[in-house]
């Protein structure tokens, strides 16, 4: 498979497996679950269910790692949410909730022949990326792998995505995108969060926006009207290229049909999650 092939085969998988790893953000048993261990309600469940795997680390690592939060948010929730609940039981209690939250919303279709196949499909390609420089796909992938397909298809397709974010990351920082400036970009392209969503769960106040807003506009990455220009538009379609292209090396591993196919088994899944309320649809934008 050459270079442009897997890049369009990675995002294609990227899209299809994303809503079967990022409903636990949005799921009630796994919130309720740290809540009930100890953990403060609000940011903490997030910031520590999806840093738990890199140990009792301080807030500058998870900021790092996070990369668009803003670190005072994430230094209100750690290295609190470590003295509340240890790591690895915020571990197992995000894997149990994980897989009890899939259970629900994908009803009957747990128990369907295509799903087992994908499970080990996306275990195999997981199974394929490479720690170097990903050092939160790294944390993940040295936890062990979960019994059962519904809990080895929410791992295995949370590896590839942390190991896309890592990369992505890293072509980020490549561009000279501060974290927040990353956010600005990605909201203007309309396909991300809304904008008053996106400072709120990332911890922006409205002052900081606009000074980002303003430093994008003299590098003419933004108009006056915080729409994104030519050159910006040239921009995060460079990054998001060159995240495709980052992100492909486990798809090549395992072969154009193996990776093609977990696209087609993964959509009727994704789009069952969809359907169920597993993302709410109200945060994003509508473009």
């Not at 894997?95 to 080990?120: H, S």
Request: net charge negative; glycine share 8%; aromatic share 6%.
């Amino acid at each position: 498979m050459d270079r442009a092939v897997a890049s369009e085969v990675a995002l294609r998988c990227h899209r299809a497996l994303e809503p079967l790893h990022s409903f636990v953000y949005f799921a009630p048993e796994v919130e309720q679950a740290f809540i009930d261990a100890g953990l403060e309600s609000g940011r903490m469940p997030y910031f520590a269910g999806r840093a738990a795997p890199l140990g009792p680390v301080g807030a500058g690592v998870v900021a790092a790692t996070f990369y668009n939060f803003n670190p005072r948010l994430v230094a209100r929730c750690i290295p609190k949410a470590w003295s509340l609940v240890e790591p690895t039981e915020i571990v197992k209690l995000r894997f149990a909730g994980a897989e009890a939250a899939l259970r629900r919303l994908l009803g009957d279709a747990v128990d369907a022949p295509e799903l087992a196949e994908l499970a080990e499909l996306v275990r195999e390609a997981a199974e394929a990326c490479t720690p170097e420089g990903r050092p939160l796909f790294a944390a993940h992938a040295d936890l062990p792998w979960p019994d059962g397909p519904v809990a080895t298809l929410w791992h295995g397709a949370s590896l590839l995505r942390e190991h896309r974010g890592d990369g992505h990351i890293g072509v980020l920082v490549a561009e000279g995108l501060s974290g927040l400036e990353a956010l600005v970009t990605h909201t203007a392209t309309g396909k991300g969060f809304r904008a008053d969503v996106a400072k709120r769960l990332r911890g922006w106040s409205d002052e900081e926006w606009v000074s980002a807003e303003k430093q994008l506009c003299e590098r003419e990455i933004l108009d006056a009207d915080g729409a994104l220009t030519p050159r910006g538009e040239a921009l995060r379609t460079r990054l998001e290229e060159r995240t495709d292209e980052v992100a492909s090396a486990p798809y090549r591993r395992i072969g154009e049909d193996s990776a093609r196919r977990i696209a087609e088994l993964a959509k009727p899944f994704a789009r069952t999650v969809l359907k169920a309320g597993g993302i709410p649809r109200e945060l994003f934008a509508n473009r």
